[in-house]
């Protein structure tokens, strides 16, 4: 279609968008150790370890801290409930990931379109750095807020 109306060309001198939130990537967000899993661990142990480290998303990382895939207390419910004992049997392989150099409301958008909890943290190498779930971006915008006045 046609424009309205043209801009004017003469006696403007349009300058750069004004930023008025600074962007901030995943990489900024302070996380916690970095707690994995082998896809051959056994599901009590798994279910014991994000119990004592009070998680509910667990990396499941080849000996290269690779990504293979990711489990949930969830998944491990489901597993213990069906008899499984083999993580790599219920272990979710496709997985949503963040980069490392992302912004966090990108990463932010795709928890919401994807309807997760939380996803793995990928470095450049494509080895696992971390995780960030909504609960981190969650206390992330309530700090901002909060310095901010809001």
Known sequence: TNPVKLLSSQGSNPGPLEIRR???????IKSKALIIASPNDDIRDVAKRMVQNNINHLPVVDADQKLLGIVTSWD????VA???TMLKNVMTKKVVIAREDEPVDIIARRIDKHEISGMPIIDKN???????TAEDISRLMCARNRKEGV
């Open 22 to 28: 600074q962007t901030i990537l995943v990489n900024e």
């Open 76 to 79: 491990i419910a489901n597993a």
């Open 82 to 84: 069906k008899g499984e």
């Open 126 to 132: 494509n080895r696992v750095m971390g995780m960030i």
